[in-house]
């Protein structure tokens, strides 16, 4: 047999254009370089500094996205990991060699094409023989594939491994920098969707630390970003046959961002960043009202002072019993202070659900806004709360009541100082009430340590480029906006308005007035602002961030929405819950989300999903219930055992009872079903446990079942009980059930999605309540097949 001669012929290429001031230059003596072929490269060119010396993250941004298409959300991930690794704590810059560590920042055992420190003592010198065995996988070949690549990478790792023996380090940390450094390569020198990279751009990158621009190449006109290289990197490790390091995970945290072990208001206080004259808390309608940074720490000392001057101790709970207040912040870290708990009401509770607050969250004072104070002096009386310990949230005080502004009588205290992640993790600062899976709302403990990583991981992990003015309009008693509204601003030197509360007009008319930047946005406002004339009267093109959560928006609405919006703003919808302390997951800025995603985990978060039986089930594209487990998840319910032993299990993991996937191609995750019932009426939610057990102490109901049924009205749901009389009760009417709910309830917590009785509920073998039966009854009712079922 004759032997066949195969002739590859490469793609005829014209060299492209190289940018002016942009040509290739080797480094020459003085200049620095480091492990990483492409920013090397990006020097050579001088893209970034020649001398690769004084990387700011504002230059490294320009030239990755100049040079290369690279992405903001990467240039500050490296780049903060870059300022890390200069030995100067205070330091903004970085030199590229000072990212020659060993294993820190990127540098890493397994390089593509640089020894390991145990054989020589270089690591960040360009070694052929190494690059020769990842060449190996692309001989006679014009492209460079996902698969070739992945082999390539896959067999580097191999072969390290079994010459460093037991020094090689490989673990989580190590396989996402070794499969994003082939990532990066094949999305820079290719195609950022397909990874294919022609293999003379790839060597030329490696080989030369130079650009191709002479074969043709130009930087491609798809950003790479975090999302598309995550996309890639997952491809990439499919392709192999790798078994995951030992503690790594689909679900493992894909980022680690450092969260500092201080108490907040040292973390706030001890090293501000910004000036502490300037206004923080700003009246929205009275703007000439404000509190600076140094006001505000004046009144937190002076509130601690009075605290203990009343007499209480580290620990002692004060709730806060108002509509949206300029002095709300400041009370809320006031209560800090002293070293006690805060907790906050909703102003729409009638006594019976105050009084279950109040003792569910041990309240030993309370502050309460003038026209709430009839139903706070009935609750404290069932609960025996003395007349002394309720402060009026005004001037003078009333109904033979203190005014809240007697707590600065008392001189100035400071507050107590720590710095240790124990002491951080344990100290609750806050009890703030989750709607809770069975029975009445629970008292979520969430520490000093869960709201500070909340601001570094939302507020810093990809900061925004303009200085955000924020409007408070939603409620603050909730996890929604706490984190962002009482902690951020003392941090950030951020301005905050303060609105007392929503009004379609109102929130437009204030957003233009004061230019606010970011929005949060539930699908109630989305409706009203969407579909009145008003959006047209005023403006919200100052919004350039803006955020959906509570519920999803379909995708009409968000593209209305983001008609009325900044013309760069991206809007993308937000997950998190009381128990994660806000936010869980985001798109981080400056991308956009059209699919009703809730993006990804915040950094330092793990996550599983689990099947009805608790079993794992972690992998891409399975629906299961979402755990988590990180820096912001609390740490339990307060004196709750039963709870907290229901819905954490034994590796740490909070069980959300929200059902999710994980897209295998985007990486992104998606919240498609509440295993816990939740209702969401109106943006808030309201748990069936509460509403049933509040309607089986009704003397005439035997059973009960709540759900929540669609109502186009108000784009979200309304509560529906079923309602089985008890024997010889059947005079029972619906008039009856709605008043003694309405007695008893917040307003959107009553029965406005209907009454309807029955003879029995539908139940499983065991007793369960069959809800699901419950809601196909109703969703056949909705369609006009409704049946008498008595």
Request: proline share 6%; glycine share 8%; charged share 25%.
């Amino acid at each position: 047999m004759k032997s066949v001669q195969v002739l590859v012929f490469a793609p005829l290429a014209w060299a492209a254009a190289v940018p002016a001031g942009h040509a290739y230059k080797a480094p020459g003596a003085g200049d620095v370089r480091s492990p990483c072929p492409g920013l090397n490269s990006l020097a050579n060119h001088g893209f970034i500094p020649r001398n690769g010396k004084g990387m700011t993250l504002a230059v490294l941004n320009q030239g990755l996205k100049d040079g290369m298409n690279v992405g903001t959300d990467f240039t500050i991930a490296i780049g903060g990991l870059g300022i890390q690794a200069n030995p100067n704590p205070l330091a903004t810059s970085f030199d590229l060699n000072q990212l020659d560590q060993h294993n820190f920042p990127i540098e890493h055992d397994g390089s593509l094409s640089r020894q390991d420190i145990y054989e020589s003592g270089n690591d960040y010198s360009f070694n052929q023989d190494k690059w020769n065995q990842v060449l190996a996988y692309f001989q006679g070949k014009t492209t460079a594939t996902i698969k070739d690549a992945s082999l390539a990478r896959y067999n580097r790792i191999k072969t390290q491994r079994a010459i460093d023996g037991d020094k090689f380090i490989y673990g989580a940390r190590q396989l996402v920098l070794s499969t994003g450094e082939t990532a990066l390569y094949l999305s820079t020198m290719g195609n950022p969707t397909t990874g294919d990279a022609p293999v003379s751009y790839v060597k030329s990158l490696f080989e030369k630390e130079r650009l191709p621009y002479e074969l043709g190449w130009t930087k491609p006109t798809q950003e790479t970003n975090l999302m598309s290289l995550g996309a890639m990197v997952l491809q990439i490790e499919a392709a192999n046959p790798e078994v995951l390091p030992e503690g790594l995970s689909l679900g493992a945290a894909e980022e680690h961002f450092p969260i500092p072990t201080k108490d907040i208001l040292s973390y706030y206080f001890d090293e501000p960043q910004y000036d502490l004259d300037k206004p923080l808390y700003i009246d929205a309608e009275e703007p000439g009202r404000y509190y600076t940074g140094r006001q505000c720490k004046k009144a937190i000392r002076q509130l601690a002072a009075g605290f203990k001057a009343n007499g209480l101790v580290k620990g002692d709970c004060v709730c806060i019993h108002s509509f949206n207040n300029l002095d709300y912040p400041v009370l809320v870290n006031g209560i800090a202070g002293f070293g006690g708990v805060y907790t906050g009401s909703n102003p729409a509770y009638q006594a019976f659900e105050l009084a279950h607050h109040f003792r569910a969250a041990k309240v030993q004072v309370v502050i309460a806004e003038p026209d709430l104070l009839a139903h706070v002096v009935s609750a404290a009386k069932e609960v025996g709360t003395p007349a002394a310990r309720i402060f009026v949230f005004d001037k003078k005080g009333q109904q033979g009541l203190q005014s809240w502004q007697r707590l600065f009588d008392h001189g100035e205290s400071d507050w107590p100082r720590f710095d240790d992640l124990e002491t951080a993790k344990n100290t609750t600062i806050a009890r703030l009430f989750s709607s809770g899976t069975t029975g009445l709302p629970k008292a979520a403990m969430l520490s000093h340590h869960n709201f500070i990583a909340q601001h570094r991981l939302f507020c810093e992990w990809t900061p925004t480029p303009w200085q955000s003015k924020r409007l408070a309009i939603l409620p603050m008693f909730h996890v929604a906006t706490a984190p962002l509204c009482h902690y951020t601003p003392l941090r950030s030197g951020e301005e905050m308005f303060i609105a007392k509360r929503f009004d379609i007009e109102t929130y437009l008319r204030l957003v233009e007035k004061h230019q606010i930047t970011e929005g949060a946005f539930v699908p109630p406002m989305v409706t009203a602002i969407i579909n009145s004339p008003l959006s047209k009267k005023y403006s919200l093109k100052s919004i350039r961030l803006a955020h959906g959560g509570a519920a999803p928006l379909d995708a009409w609405q968000q593209a209305k929405l983001k008609e009325l919006l900044h013309p760069d703003c991206p809007f993308a919808q937000v997950w998190g819950m009381t128990e994660t302390c806000c936010t869980a997951s985001m798109t981080p800025w400056p991308h956009d989300e059209p699919t009703g995603s809730v993006g990804q985990l915040l950094p330092n978060m793990d996550a599983k999903l689990v099947d009805d039986d608790g079993k794992d089930i972690t992998g891409f594209n399975v629906r299961g219930e979402l755990c988590v487990r990180g820096p912001i998840v609390i740490q339990g319910y307060f004196e709750n055992p039963e709870a907290n032993a229901r819905d954490w299990d034994v590796d740490g993991y909070f069980h959300t009872g929200d059902i999710a996937y994980r897209d295998g191609k985007t990486t992104r995750w998606y919240i498609v079903d509440r295993k816990k019932e939740l209702i969401k009426v109106r943006g808030f939610q309201v748990a069936p446990t509460e509403l049933e057990a509040v309607l089986y102490e009704h003397p005439k109901i035997a059973d009960v079942g709540v759900i929540g049924t669609p109502d186009k009205s108000i784009d979200g749901e309304l509560p529906r009980a079923y309602v089985v009389p008890k024997p010889g009760c059947e005079d029972l009417t619906q008039e009856d059930v709605n008043g003694y709910v309405a007695e008893r309830l917040a307003k959107y917590k009553r029965l406005d999605g209907g009454v309807v009785f029955l003879k029995e509920l539908p139940k499983t073998a065991s007793g369960k309540k069959l809800k699901r039966t419950l809601r196909e009854w109703a969703a056949e009712e909705r369609k006009g097949d409704s049946r008498a079922k008595l």
